[in-house]
């Protein structure tokens, strides 16, 4: 690939995260990447192309992988807490925004296993996280797919709204966010 393609690919993809798949023009992408509409034709076969080949780069995926969650001690709280900064430091704004744009019904079959894989890989961590403090004796036994899906629920839910809202909606940090969350999970309500 020479060095026009990845212009291409990283003004679609900004483009994309800022104003939708939808709303992305060819020529957008052309004037944004300082090249002739002409020459993305000959690049790739069409937007659609472009996307795709702008998804499957790393550096527009969020690279949320299990061995991101892999620093534990053990201790429930604290691993908690661990986990869920791990997340929040990976999906950042651009990328929540860049995973809405490329949720159009033109690309959605392709792109929603890779968009897939990151609350895979949070989720699938903490559950083998509880089951490993289960055999440790620190928790009892319970649904743990659920007790995942309810801390994934909460931390995607705070980084959705900051990503699309900032402090607008709450004036609530994102590290007091994490710790009050944490002992809210640990502890109860009541």
């Given at each position: 690939?020479?060095?026009?393609?990845?212009?291409?690919?990283?003004?679609?993809?900004?483009?994309?995260?800022?104003?939708?798949?939808?709303?992305?023009?060819?020529?957008?992408?052309?004037?944004?990447?300082?090249?002739?509409?002409?020459?993305?034709?000959?690049?790739?076969?069409n937007k659609?192309?472009?996307?795709?080949?702008?998804?499957?780069?790393?550096?527009?995926?969020?690279?949320?992988?299990?061995?991101?969650?892999?620093?534990?001690?053990?201790?429930?709280?604290?691993?908690?807490?661990?986990?869920?900064?791990?997340?929040?430091?990976?999906?950042?704004?651009?990328?929540?925004?860049?995973?809405?744009?490329?949720?159009?019904?033109?690309?959605y079959e392709?792109?929603?296993?890779?968009?897939?894989?990151?609350?895979?890989?949070?989720?699938?961590?903490?559950?083998?996280?509880?089951?490993?403090?289960?055999?440790?004796?620190?928790?009892?036994?319970?649904?743990?797919?659920?007790?995942?899906?309810?801390?994934?629920?909460?931390?995607?839910?705070?980084?959705?709204?900051?990503?699309?809202?900032?402090?607008?909606?709450?004036?609530?940090?994102?590290?007091?966010?994490?710790?009050?969350?944490?002992?809210?999970?640990?502890?109860?309500?009541?």
């Open positions: 690939m020479d060095d026009t393609s990845p212009k291409i690919i990283d003004a679609t993809m900004s483009l994309i995260r800022d104003k939708g798949y939808v709303a992305t023009t060819t020529k957008d992408i052309a004037r944004l990447a300082g090249v002739n509409e002409c020459t993305l034709f000959r690049k790739f076969e659609k192309d472009i996307a795709l080949h702008g998804v499957s780069q790393e550096k527009w995926r969020a690279n949320v992988t299990p061995e991101l969650f892999q620093n534990v001690q053990w201790e429930l709280e604290p691993d908690l807490q661990m986990l869920m900064t791990a997340y929040m430091e990976k999906i950042t704004p651009d990328f929540v925004n860049l995973s809405i744009g490329l949720r159009a019904p033109q690309l392709e792109t929603a296993p890779l968009i897939m894989k990151v609350p895979q890989a949070f989720i699938s961590s903490l559950v083998e996280y509880f089951e490993k403090m289960e055999e440790l004796g620190k928790i009892v036994h319970y649904d743990f797919e659920s007790l995942a899906m309810t801390i994934f629920s909460s931390t995607f839910g705070y980084t959705f709204l900051n990503a699309s809202f900032g402090q607008k909606l709450t004036k609530t940090g994102k590290e007091e966010f994490i710790k009050n969350s944490i002992k809210i999970f640990v502890n109860g309500i009541i």
